[in-house]
């Protein structure tokens, strides 16, 4: 099993930036794939969720801001982060639910 994320860098407040994550090593298209990230100093979070079936579910904190998307086709799972916040600085990584094995992550820094 395996994940590569990628898509991070820098950007102000106010911008957007769209991470990708490419899985191996298991069904893809029966996997629930889940964003999470975290900041410094804090506790991994969950983000963002994709079921196969095609539900997505958020945290409040990225409500309306961020979307998560899938193809299955290419085994990747997309973020989508728009009217990015300071407090959205973080490593983000992405996961199959249920795994115990993390990617790199890619980094995300909102600053001005």
């Known amino acids: 099993v395996q994940f590569v994320e990628s898509g991070g860098g820098l950007v102000q407040p106010g911008g957007s930036l769209r991470l990708s994550c490419a899985g191996s090593g298991f069904p893809f298209d029966e996997a629930i794939m889940i964003w999470l990230r975290q900041a410094p100093g804090k506790v991994r979070e969950g983000v963002a969720t994709?079921?196969?079936?095609?539900?997505?579910f958020y945290t409040d904190s990225v409500k309306g801001r961020f979307t998560i998307s899938r193809d299955n086709s290419k085994n990747t799972v997309y973020l989508q982060m728009d009217s990015l916040k300071v407090d959205d600085t973080a490593v983000y990584y992405c996961?199959?639910?249920?795994?115990?094995?993390w990617g790199q992550g890619t980094q995300v820094t909102v600053s001005s």
């Open positions: 994709s079921a196969p079936g095609g539900a997505t």
């Open positions: 996961q199959e639910h249920g795994s115990t094995t």
